[in-house]
C-alpha cells in the first residue's frame, strides 16, 4: 500500500512527466485511501504544475509541454472534481476566460484556464469566438474578479478593444481587472485599449492574475 507522500510525489511527477495514465491511477489511489480531493490537487497535481511553469520560464519545456501538461492536469481533474465538497478550497478569485470573436483558435486559453485551476482560481470558461455580449452576460451572471480574453489573430484584436467599450458602455469596467493575451498581444496594446495587464505567455498570465488579486485585497 502506497503511502500518502508516495502517492502525492506520484501525481505530482505525472504532471511533470505528461503522465495521463499515471495519474488517472495515483488519483484513483488517493480516493481510495482517503486524501482529500483538494489535498491531492494543491499538494500533488498543483506542485507538479509549479514545476512546469517553471521549466518553462527556464526554457527547458515550450509550448508543447505547457499543453501536455495541462491535458494530464485534467485528466486527474476528471477524477478528483467529483469528490470535492463545497467550500474544501478556498479560491484565489473568479476568472472569465475566452477567445474574443471571431477568434476559434483555443489551445492558449485552454493552457491558461488549466494553470489557473491549478493555481486555485475558479474559472468559467466561455470558449471561442465570444462576442462583447458575451462577455457582459457572463460578467453580470458570475460576479468575477478577473475577465481574461485570447485572440491570435491580428484582425481580431479590435475584438479586445471593443469589449472594453462595451463593458464600459455597460458600467462593469470597474467592477474587473482585463488581462489579455495571444501571439500578437503587447503591454502596449493592453494600455491603448484600456486593459490592466497583457501576458507573453500562460505561466506569467497567472502570476499577473495572482498579483491582480493581492492589488484588489489591498484596495478592499
Known amino acids: ?13 505525472s504532471i511533470v512527466n505528461f503522465d495521463i495514465e499515471g495519474i488517472k491511477k495515483a488519483a484513483e489511489k488517493a480516493f481510495q485511501i482517503g486524501i482529500p480531493a483538494y489535498k491531492a490537487i494543491i499538494d500533488g497535481m498543483a506542485k507538479g504544475m509549479e514545476i512546469v511553469g517553471q521549466k518553462y520560464e527556464k526554457g527547458e519545456y515550450f509550448l508543447a509541454e505547457l499543453i501536455m501538461a495541462s491535458e494530464t492536469m485534467k485528466e486527474g481533474m476528471n477524477v478528483l472534481e467529483p469528490h470535492m465538497r463545497a467550500g474544501d478550497i478556498k479560491s484565489t478569485g473568479k476568472v472569465i476566460i475566452g477567445t474574443v470573436k471571431g477568434d476559434l483558435h483555443d489551445i492558449g486559453k485552454n493552457v491558461v484556464a488549466t494553470l489557473l485551476k ?3 482560481f475558479e474559472v468559467i470558461d466561455l470558449g471561442v469566438d465570444v462576442s462583447a455580449e458575451k462577455f457582459i452576460e457572463a460578467i453580470k451572471q458570475n460576479q468575477p474578479d478577473i475577465v481574461a480574453m485570447s485572440a491570435l489573430l491580428t484582425i481580431t484584436m479590435i475584438e479586445m478593444e471593443n469589449t472594453v467599450k462595451a463593458l464600459q458602455k455597460a ?3 470597474q467592477k474587473v481587472k482585463i488581462i489579455i493575451g495571444g501571439a500578437p498581444i503587447t ?9 490592466d495587464a497583457a501576458a507573453k505567455d500562460a505561466v506569467e498570465g497567472v502570476r499577473i492574475c495572482n498579483q491582480l488579486m493581492k492589488e484588489k485585497r489591498i484596495l478592499i
Do not use: C, V, Y
Open 1 to 13: 500500500m502506497l503511502s500518502e507522500h508516495e502517492i502525492l510525489t506520484n501525481l505530482k511527477d
Open 118 to 120: 491549478a493555481a486555485n
Open 171 to 173: 458600467r462593469l469596467r
Open 187 to 195: 503591454p502596449d496594446f493592453a494600455k491603448k485599449i484600456g486593459a
